[in-house]
């Protein structure tokens, strides 16, 4: 079997512990507009390429000394790593029969059940919530957030350690509202899930440009270090544990 990835990148620090491989599956049922991957929203563009999983699986062997040194492993991002169920499956059953840790990094829109066996093999999943707010997520993304939120409560009753993450961006969500709204979610229902801040970076303008796109709005804007560090503030107050990967 193969699939769409975007990249195979080694030696990354940022989605999970120790030294790991991401793999960067293509596919995505959002459009984010403010997306840092745009080239991972589809399965076929010139940015992507289709690899077989013994191509990935050799990969991963060659690094399995760094993940054992550093206490790291293999990291499914996007794109949305869950849009190529099958794809997904067979990396994460052979990667699991290596023993090798796994992580996973999603949007949350899919199927649960479709994908539960997959999630019950990770050993961390990170797990985006851009906004709280029904009507505002649909028009930033394309789409409601029903699943997304139904979804979140019912991989955090899976009992894996749990990292929400929050792409925050002024114009958008960066707000004391928006932050607010969000803590009070985890509060209720992910009490035990710990939150990062993943403020907006414009490092994919050139993928743009590239795929012949339009840049994000000009006024999407990164968040101050102080702005975080209030955010962190409220979200500690509420009992809510922050950390970064980043």
């Known amino acids: 079997m193969g699939g769409y990835i975007m990249q195979?990148?080694?030696?990354s620090v940022n989605d999970g512990e120790g030294i790991r491989t991401t793999i960067f599956l293509a596919g995505?049922?959002?459009?984010c507009m403010w997306c840092a991957n745009p080239e991972g929203q589809t399965l076929r563009n010139p940015m992507t390429r289709y690899v077989r999983t013994a191509?990935?699986?050799t990969a991963v062997r060659r690094q399995m000394i760094f993940y054992r040194k550093s206490g790291g492993g293999v990291t499914f991002s996007g794109g949305e790593a869950t849009v190529q169920?099958?794809?997904?499956?067979?990396?994460?059953?052979?990667?699991y029969d290596m023993a090798v840790p796994m992580a996973i990094e999603t949007c949350g829109e899919f199927s649960f059940e479709e994908i539960r066996d997959i999630l019950e093999k990770m050993d961390q999943?990170?797990?985006d919530i851009k906004l709280t707010d029904r009507e505002r997520h649909r028009y930033f993304t394309g789409k409601d957030n029903d699943r997304i939120l139904e979804n979140a409560k019912r991989v955090y009753g899976l009992g894996i350690p749990m990292v929400i993450r929050m792409p925050v961006l002024l114009g958008v969500n960066g707000d004391?509202?928006?932050?607010?709204?969000?803590?009070?979610?985890l509060a209720q229902n992910c009490p035990m899930a710990k939150l990062e801040f993943l403020p907006y970076h414009t490092l994919g303008e050139e993928k743009y440009r590239q795929l012949g796109r339009e840049l994000p709005p000009e006024e999407f804007q990164?968040?101050?270090?102080?702005d975080i560090e209030?955010?962190?503030?409220?979200?500690?107050?509420?009992?809510?544990?922050?950390v970064s990967y980043r």
């Not at 209030?230 to 922050?242: H, N, P, R, V, Y």
Request: net charge negative; glycine share 6%; hydrophobic share 40%.
């Open 125 to 127: 999943i990170f797990y």
């Open 230 to 242: 209030t955010w962190c503030e409220m979200a500690e107050q509420a009992g809510i544990e922050t």
């Open 55 to 57: 191509e990935i699986l």
């Open 8 to 11: 195979i990148q080694n030696y």
């Open 85 to 95: 169920t099958e794809f997904l499956r067979e990396l994460a059953g052979e990667i």
């Open 222 to 226: 990164r968040p101050s270090d102080k």
């Open 176 to 185: 004391e509202k928006s932050i607010r709204e969000l803590i009070g979610f």
């Open 28 to 31: 995505c049922p959002l459009r």
